[in-house]
Nanobody, 130 residues
Framework: QVRLVESGGDSVQAGGSLRLSCEAS?????????MAWFRQTPGKERAGGAA????????HYATSVEGRFTISQPNGQNRLYLEMTMLKPEDTAMYYC??????????????????????WGQGTQVTVSS
């Protein structure tokens, strides 16, 4: 069982920046898991924002955030970060940290595309005003 706790959500103006953090429970081996940030707004399906695996050496971004958001997972830390810059009102959402065991060479990419992660945090709210 992996417990995930997000923090860092806030209200900002368009063009601003935020850094989200996700702390994983102790005993978690980060190199064995795919890690990702998803986001969801009321009435819409949860969507993948960014993912990383192989201890942060591989990253994948949704088109909507590529070039503006950076996912990172420092070696040896049970933490996942999402640096968000040039924020837009459409980035307003509840942001969730998620983890999934690596099952194969392609499982992380597939799980990210399908939103099929095993462990989820409670979420942290990001609100961007125009």
């Amino acid at each position: 069982q992996v417990r995930l706790v997000e923090s860092g959500g806030d209200s900002v103006q368009a063009g601003g920046s935020l850094r989200l953090s996700c702390e994983a429970s102790s005993g978690y081996s980060y190199y064995l898991f795919c890690m990702a940030w998803f986001r969801q707004t009321p009435g819409k399906e949860r969507a993948g924002g960014a993912a990383t695996w192989r201890g942060g050496r591989t990253t994948h971004y949704a088109t909507s955030v590529e070039g503006r958001f950076t996912i990172s997972q420092p070696n040896g830390q049970n933490r996942l970060y999402l640096e968000m810059t040039m924020l837009k009102p459409e980035d307003t959402a509840m942001y969730y940290c998620a983890a999934a065991p690596i099952r194969s060479d392609s499982s992380c990419d597939q799980d990210f595309r399908n939103g099929r992660f095993d462990y989820w945090g409670q979420g942290t709210q990001v609100t961007v005003s125009s």
